[in-house]
């Protein structure tokens, strides 16, 4: 249908004889000449208006300041001198190794309940010292007679450990009377023997082997970093069991004092200034060396000259400058409590040109504290800057970053100190060996430690259900080798049952008890359940033991473990233990064995029951 022809349009609009043309119209410019060049300069041609919008926009409020050109920089500086693991004595500080090894490491367990484990570790250590006698002679098998590796007798109750899992009962049996067990060597090493003794080693060769026994219990030592032993503690073990926690202090001598800056909560795997606070209590943490002199550093006073602050995203401050769109804050959508995305978006949008950076070189393993700032502008203005966090340390509106808060509620004077702290930034972490769960049982009125994975004595780790039906299995096939006694006569119409018998052999009950001394507080135990084992004897019914060092501390020593009752919350408390592996910057590695905690998955049901009719 051909369009119509409007001959007047003004008749037209005024009688609405054609409505569509008032709905739908379009503005179009219509250039006088063929020439865009004109139309292109986008040309103001109102300055007046661009005056306005500026006095508008506060861009004519300025203050008559200049930039900073030239600043000065006065330091206290102060080595960390002493380092205290928990409880135990302090010892001089190290800076040799990272300080997440220093405070992370445990022992490494090669026996528990009266099994040897970790026999991957016992034959690389024995084919270490194989190595190293080869100069010497060919005293393979005496060192093999001397040191074995033994084959379990599947018969017996005691080797449960190892019979009950076919895996781990494959790799004993391919290395028993075949392989050196090496830690039985370092073990009698630390106990002060000899490497020859009991050999048929030549008398001529003996300082030759005595050195070569040093080069090894060098060697294990290095290869894995672990605590000193000491005659009246655990070693040098920050671990705190009661707590599920590390705790540790450092110190460094300065001008005036020496503070202690503690960690009472670390257990997050990075370790940095924010886990430390100072110490108001402790006056001073003296080195393990009192008659050496702390080294100090001279107070440095250095120049620079401020180099603007610039990141991505940031507004441009030329008016007619468009930014490029690789930051887009309005994609961000804080909540009414992202208070850091918040500050992040003020920072970006507000604060464009306001801030200035200068580089400053500190060594590690330093406490710093600046001791005055001095700039100067363009003009030749010098001003005095003072810290922005200074101030009580209570002051509740007092905000600052990278100053260690002080403990206690005292009115106190804010620390201004920094601490660098010799740590790395990444860490190799290994799958878990031990991983345990602890959750509240609200039913049985108690706390279960979990234990979902478990170390076997080949040195691998496995599933803790798994390893308890196959060690329930172990005991049902020894036991039920012998007829079962007849069941006597029903006479009751219904049957009682004390104590329900399907609680897993990996779920290890805490039971509440009260602190000594206090009549309202309590502590969680560790405790134990006996194995029921059909047709099993009365007298010969056992507890269920932690096949884990994270449950079974004390176990070594015969004592009781006690765990705080609020450091195992309604969510629970997830707790593992594996090798940390990293390097450090003059390009040696560190190992050691480290244990992580994090949150659990909420409370459980273990299916204990007590007193029923079934």
């Known amino acids: 249908m051909p369009e119509p022809t409007i001959t007047d349009i003004r008749q037209a609009m005024r009688v609405r004889r054609f409505p569509t043309i008032t709905l739908w119209n379009r503005l179009e410019g219509r250039p006088r000449t063929h020439d865009f060049n004109e139309a292109l300069k986008a040309a103001v041609r109102d300055p007046l208006w661009m005056l306005t919008k500026q006095w508008q926009m506060g861009e004519f409020k300025g203050d008559d300041a200049g930039s900073p050109v030239f600043a000065k920089i006065h330091l206290s500086t102060a080595r960390l001198d002493a380092f205290q693991a928990g409880d135990h004595s302090t010892q001089p500080f190290n800076t040799d190794i990272p300080l997440e090894a220093q ?20 034959l ?50 391919a290395v028993a009377g075949r392989a050196m067990d090496g830690y039985q060597l370092y073990q009698h090493l630390k106990a002060g023997g000899s490497a020859h003794d009991g050999t048929t080693i030549s008398a001529a060769d003996h300082a030759a082997v005595n050195d070569l026994a040093t080069r090894f219990v060098t060697w294990f030592e290095a290869l894995y970093y672990q605590p000193a032993p000491e005659p009246d503690a655990n070693g040098s073990d920050a671990w705190k069991p009661e707590y599920l926690e590390y705790q540790f202090a450092i110190s460094a001598p300065d001008e005036t004092d020496r503070p202690v800056m503690q960690a009472e909560e670390y257990y997050h795997g990075r370790l940095d200034w924010y886990n430390l606070d100072i110490d108001p209590d402790r006056a001073t943490l003296e080195p393990a060396a009192p008659d050496s002199a702390p080294e100090t550093i001279p107070p440095p ?27 887009n804050f309005g994609n961000l959508s804080p ?60 002051d509740w509106q007092r905000w600052n970053l990278y100053t260690m808060a002080i403990s206690g509620t005292e009115d106190l004077q804010a620390d201004m100190r920094f601490v660098l702290l010799p740590t790395v930034p990444k860490i190799q972490e290994s799958d878990p060996i031990e991983d345990v769960l602890l959750i509240r049982d609200e039913m049985a009125n108690m706390v279960w430690g979990i234990e979902t994975r478990v170390p076997l004595p080949h040195g691998r780790s496995r599933p803790g259900h798994e390893a308890a039906i196959d060690l329930a299995r172990f005991y049902d096939r020894l036991l039920n080798a012998t007829p079962a006694p007849e069941p006597p006569p029903a006479a009751a119409p219904v049957r009682y049952t004390v104590m329900s018998n399907k609680v897993p052999e990996n779920w290890i009950p805490f039971i509440p008890v009260q602190v000594p001394g206090d009549n309202r507080q309590i502590q969680l135990q560790r405790s134990a359940l006996p194995r029921i084992v059909a047709r099993n004897p009365a007298s010969m019914v056992e507890k269920i033991r932690p096949r884990t060092a994270l449950l079974g501390e004390g176990r070594a020593v015969n004592a009781a473990y006690f765990l705080h009752e609020e450091e195992v919350p309604r969510a629970g408390i997830r707790v593992m233990q594996t090798f940390q592996r990293t390097r450090w910057h003059n390009g040696s590695v560190t190992t050691w064995l480290g244990i992580r905690k994090q949150t659990g998955r909420g409370e459980g049901f273990s299916n204990l029951r007590f007193d029923y009719l079934a």
């Open 335 to 394: 909540g009414t409590k992202d208070l850091s995305k918040l500050m992040l978006m003020e920072f970006g949008l507000v604060y464009a040109n306001d801030w200035f950076l200068f580089p400053l070189t500190l060594p590690i393993g330093t406490t710093t504290r600046i001791k005055g700032l001095a700039v100067t502008n363009v003009f030749g203005e010098r001003t005095w800057i003072e810290a922005a966090g200074r101030g009580a340390d209570e």
């Open 301 to 327: 006073t250095q120049s620079f000259i401020p180099v603007p602050l610039s990141f991505e995203g940031m507004p441009n401050t030329r008016w007619w400058t468009f930014e490029d769109s690789r930051t």
């Open 124 to 173: 690389l250590m024995g084919r270490q010292w194989l190595k190293l006698m080869q100069r010497i002679g060919n005293f393979r098998q005496e060192f093999l007679d001397r040191y074995p590796i033994a084959l379990p007798d599947p018969s017996d109750r005691s080797n449960a450990a190892v019979c009950a899992d076919f895996e781990a009962w494959q790799h004993v049996a």
């Open 103 to 122: 405070v992370e490491r445990r022992t490494i367990s090669f026996e528990r309940e009266g099994q040897f484990i970790a026999l991957d570790l016992r």
